[in-house]
């Protein structure tokens, strides 16, 4: 069984602060891990995912995420965040079997960015 | 350059009534699945399909029928409308050996 966890529903930063997403996840076997952003009355798109190899990995819009599996976490982070950024996270998590449309997701980070 | 198309964006239904959802993809996608979002409870999964002929209950099947006779389309059906079926209904397709999901823009469901 597959499960992820994302603490913080809501998250505010000023812009040009650091974005830090927190997202940790279980799983029975090893993991690929996805982030995806949700713009308001939009579909998902993808930021970024691990499957395998280099544990940090970049995304689009300047984030970033990286995998811990000693701490079965990937949080999700942007050095300097930009108005442009709000918008809803979701962490997901998929077995990694070749069948990734089985997606687990977490509840959402909503992210708010002030002046 | 259509992607994952749902139809329609917005539907409201009486208890009671039946539905079909549509989500088309062209883009020649083996897997494809259906989510449903509500607020607090991010997305989770109701069906999804593997392939032409081939489907399979995710988290929340129930209340919910799919059938996937082509590769490009896989309709949701709500037999019987429940209160309980309002939500935010996504479809998403995977190619094979493909880790990244398309998501359409979503269908919008009010149930009264």
């Known amino acids: 069984a597959q499960s992820v966890t994302q603490l913080g529903s809501h998250v505010s930063v000023s812009e040009g602060a650091l974005v830090l997403l927190r997202c940790n996840y279980s799983?029975?076997?090893?993991?690929?891990l996805f982030w995806y952003v949700q713009y308001p009355n939009q579909g998902l798109q993808l930021l970024l995912k691990y499957t395998t190899g280099a544990t940090l990995v970049k995304g689009i819009n300047g984030f970033e995420a990286e995998f811990k599996k000693s701490e079965t976490s990937f949080h999700l982070t942007k050095p300097s965040a930009h108005m442009s950024d709000a918008a809803e996270y979701f962490c997901?998590?998929?077995?990694?079997?070749?069948?990734?449309?089985?997606?687990?997701f977490g509840t959402g980070t909503r992210l708010q960015v002030t002046l | 350059n259509a992607g994952v198309t749902q139809t329609p964006k917005f539907q409201v239904l009486k208890t009671g009534q039946s539905m079909t959802l549509q989500c088309a993809q062209d883009m020649n996608h083996e897997y494809m699945s259906w989510y449903r979002q509500d607020p607090g409870m991010g997305l989770r999964l109701i069906h999804y399909s593997v392939g032409a002929g081939i489907t399979d209950q995710g988290e929340v099947p129930n209340g919910y029928n799919v059938s996937r006779s082509t590769t490009e389309d896989f309709p949701l059906r709500l037999l019987s409308a429940a209160p309980s079926q309002t939500s935010v209904y996504f479809c998403?397709?995977?190619?094979?050996?493909?880790?990244?999901?398309?998501f359409g823009q979503g269908t919008r469901l009010t149930v009264v």
């Open positions: 997901a998590v998929s077995r990694n079997t070749g069948t990734a449309s089985k997606l687990t």
């Open positions: 998403a397709s995977i190619g094979t050996g493909q880790t990244e999901a398309f």
């Open positions: 799983s029975s076997v090893p993991p690929y």
